[in-house]
Every structure is written in structure tokens, then in C-alpha cells.
């Protein structure tokens, strides 16, 4: 299936400023098969090494981590000669082996004519073990997320749909209404389905739903065995109680998190490492409270008021066990856990696009459910989970900050009306 991080990745190949590459992301979002792909279609072979299948490899970085020493035992180890800029080393699940990420320092200053690509879901909660030597500014970062929405459009046959989406997007000319219709249909689906490649793969080929929530529940499961396997043992129930609350938090009116609805009683204190394990593993985000919306925007936020969301749709509504029917036709029942769900799938598409989003709250209870800082600009959002006109937030906003422009997403098609930028839900991705 096509994936974005391709783009990247080539770009990555072919620079002179090149060095080891980091690919973080949460478990399953397609880091190794995008990586071994990628070493496939770009390099004459691919020397693959799994830390965690293979337990006795970490025992190869022991004694010596220069690449003059590595590269002979690697290449012994792979079976395959490995050579310089002919070769992909790959290093999967490398938070096992925390002297394997410590040799990309070498690497980068003694070899760095190897190419090297580093994997690991949770390498963010590694690194910051006290343990670990992070090679600082020895090594290439990206973040990897589940498949967006044009991502999935792709695997679903419809490159036709997407290219027209971000035509409409650009020209702020409305879609065809069959067309709008479809990209609707489409967008609920990926309400469901999510973006973890494994899920949308099968959804394509199959089209059940059913199998579609046995495998979201399996990676419900493996998350959950994560918060053991790698977290200290006083956090652990703080944690799976904290990861639970989300999806409860997410149905309320109000989204900010609240440590209260955790437990009775329930402090910052007590749920913060939670909250950031959670964070570094890729599982949830963050949106702080922005007070002012000046630049820089981090250095108006407020530290003790914030959102969260996970990182897929679809396993936030199999966390939920909401059927399909639930979201593709919109349930009354779903009351405002329709809002909760549309604000998750945008900030999703946001981050993917490399946005660090915020939102902002007047003191009498107007709420824009996204700031971000575009092309030069603050830019508010907001989002409706359905084609309610209705923006008095955005209103209020706009009066007392007079941005240059503001976004509207919600089911309604294209247009630009008075300062605002009319976009549907399904062409968050354009942003």
C-alpha cells in the first residue's frame, strides 16, 4: 500500500547531509514493512535485524560498537555482505538494545557512507530511561503515523477522489454533490476502520467489519501488554486506568481532560508519568490550552489545561465497541461523543501533517477546538461533526483577534465565506 513516509524516505537516501535515521511510531503503524519496502525498491540488499526476535543480537553490541567492528559481525550475522551505500542496515525494535542506538553516533561520525535505518515502537519511552546515551545530534528523526485518510483512499482505489478533494481544497470550488457524497461515505469508513495498515489491507480486500474489530482488538491487547512489559511496576495500573479514561473523557461536552474522572480525587501527581508514558509511546497526544494566540504559541500555553486524543480512530471506537452502523450512519445515540470523534480525527491529520496543535478558551466558555501556526499565520479551527452552521466560538475569536483567515471543517462542502475557509471533514489531509 502506498505510504506517505516513501517521499521521505528517498529524500533522506539522496542527501548530502544524510545521516543513521530514526523512525519512531507507535506499534503497527507500518514502520518495518514501509522501511523494508523502501530498502527493496532502493538498494541492491537489505540487511534486516530484529532485537526482539533475535534475543543473542544484542550480545553482538556488548564489547565493541565502532562500525569497523560491527559491520564484519553484522554481515556474518545477515548472511550477506554489507556495502557502503549499496546496502540498507536495518535496526528494528532497537529499544531492546540500547547500545545498538548508541553506535549511530559512530556511525554517523566514522561511517556514515553505511546507510542506516533505526525502527522501534517504543523508542520514545526508551530514550528516556536514564540508562540510555541518545546519539544527539548524531542522527536523522522522523515520526511515523497510521495511514490519513487520503492514504486510505489510496489503498481503496480512489487516487481519482483524492486528486479531486485537493483540487477542490486549493480553488475553494465546490465538489460535485455525488462526488462531496462519496467522500463522505469514505470518511465515516475510515471512522472506522482507522489507519492501521494491517486494518485497512484487510478492509480493502474484504470488506468486514467484523475482521476488521478482531484485529483492533488485538492491538488493544498488545498495547495494553506494552504498559506492563515496559513501564515501571508502580505505574502500571495508573497507566491502563488512565489509557481506559480516555475514551470516556472524549464523550464528554467538554473534552478537557480532567483528572478527576480518572479516580475521585484523582491529581496531576498521580497521573502525569501515566499521561507521558502514553504520550512517548505514540499512543496518545497532547493539545495544551493556548492563552494568547501570539507567537510563539508554546510560550502562550497553559501547561495545566490540555486535551487528548489517541492515535486511530478505529481503535478509539473498538475501544469504545461501537458497531459500525453506530458511525457510518451517524447514531443520535452517539450524543457528543460525535464531536469528541470528529475533533480526535482532525488532530490526527494535523500531527501527520506537522502541525503541534493547541486550542484556545475565552474566559465566558467560547472554544476554538484547534490553533495551529500555518504558512507564517495563526490559523483557528474549527470543527463540526456534522453541517452545523453554527460558529459563534469562531465568531467571538474573530472579533477579538482578527486572524487573516479561519478554517470551518465540518460535513458542508467547499467554499469561502467571510473570512472563513470552508473544508470537509474528508479533506483535513489538504491542510
Not at 161 to 182: G, T, V, W
Amino acid at each position: 500500500m502506498y505510504r506517505k513516509i516513501t517521499r521521505f524516505l528517498e529524500e533522506w537516501k539522496d542527501s548530502l547531509y544524510r545521516k543513521p535515521l530514526i523512525v519512531k511510531g507507535a506499534r503497527q503503524v507500518g514502520k518495518t514493512y514501509s522501511i523494508l519496502e523502501f530498502g527493496r525498491l532502493n538498494y541492491e540488499n537489505v540487511a534486516y535485524f530484529n532485537f526482539e526476535q533475535n534475543k543473542k543480537l544484542k550480545d553482538t553490541f556488548d564489547e565493541d560498537i565502532s562500525p569497523s567492528y560491527l559491520i564484519p559481525l553484522l554481515s556474518h550475522i545477515s548472511g550477506q555482505v554489507i556495502v557502503k551505500g549499496k546496502t540498507l542496515i536495518v535496526f528494528d525494535e532497537v529499544q531492546v538494545c540500547e547500545r545498538a542506538l548508541t553506535s549511530l553516533k559512530y556511525f554517523c561520525e566514522e561511517a556514515n557512507e553505511y546507510h542506516i535505518i533505526v525502527a522501534g515502537s517504543l523508542l520514545g519511552v526508551a530514550v528516556n530511561r536514564e540508562e540510555f546515551s541518545f546519539p544527539v545530534g548524531k542522527v536523522d528523526l522522523k515520526t511515523m503515523y497510521p495511514m490519513d485518510i487520503e492514504e486510505f483512499l489510496f489503498a481503496l482505489g480512489q487516487e481519482d477522489l483524492a486528486e479531486k478533494i485537493k483540487e477542490c481544497f486549493a480553488k475553494d470550488s465546490p465538489m460535485p454533490s455525488a462526488l462531496h457524497d462519496a467522500a463522505i461515505k469514505y470518511y465515516r469508513q475510515y471512522l472506522v476502520v482507522g489507519g492501521m495498515p494491517e486494518c485497512v489491507m484487510q478492509f480493502a480486500l474484504t470488506g468486514d467489519y467484523i475482521l476488521i474489530r478482531n484485529i483492533q482488538s488485538t492491538i488493544l491487547e498488545n498495547n495494553l501488554d506494552d504498559m506492563s512489559k515496559y513501564n515501571s511496576q508502580n505505574e502500571i495500573k495508573k497507566t491502563r486506568l488512565t489509557y481506559n479514561n480516555i475514551t470516556v473523557q472524549l464523550s464528554k461536552k467538554n473534552t478537557r481532560f480532567q483528572y478527576k474522572l480518572i479516580k475521585k480525587g484523582g491529581r496531576a501527581a498521580d497521573f502525569e508519568n501515566a499521561i507521558e508514558w502514553l504520550s512517548l509511546s505514540g499512543i496518545i497526544s497532547q493539545v495544551y490550552r493556548v492563552i494568547l494566540p501570539r507567537k510563539p504559541l508554546d510560550d502562550n500555553k497553559d501547561i495545566d489545561a490540555f486535551k487528548i486524543y489517541v492515535s486511530d480512530l478505529g481503535l478509539l471506537c473498538a475501544k469504545k465497541e461501537l458497531m459500525a452502523e453506530d458511525i457510518l450512519y451517524m447514531s443520535d445515540e452517539l450524543l457528543y461523543f460525535k464531536g469528541g470523534m470528529a475533533e480526535n480525527y482532525v488532530n490526527i491529520h494535523l500531527r501527520i501533517n506537522g502541525y503541534t496543535t493547541y486550542y484556545w478558551e475565552s474566559e465566558r466558555g467560547a472554544e476554538i477546538d484547534f490553533i495551529i501556526q500555518r504558512e507564517g499565520a495563526i490559523v483557528p479551527i474549527e470543527v463540526k461533526s456534522a453541517d452545523n452552521t453554527q460558529a459563534k466560538s469562531l465568531k467571538v475569536y474573530t472579533q477579538n483577534y482578527k486572524p487573516q483567515y479561519a478554517i470551518k471543517l465540518s460535513t458542508k462542502n467547499f467554499g469561502f465565506d467571510d473570512g472563513k475557509k470552508i473544508v470537509p471533514l474528508y479533506a483535513v489531509f489538504c491542510i
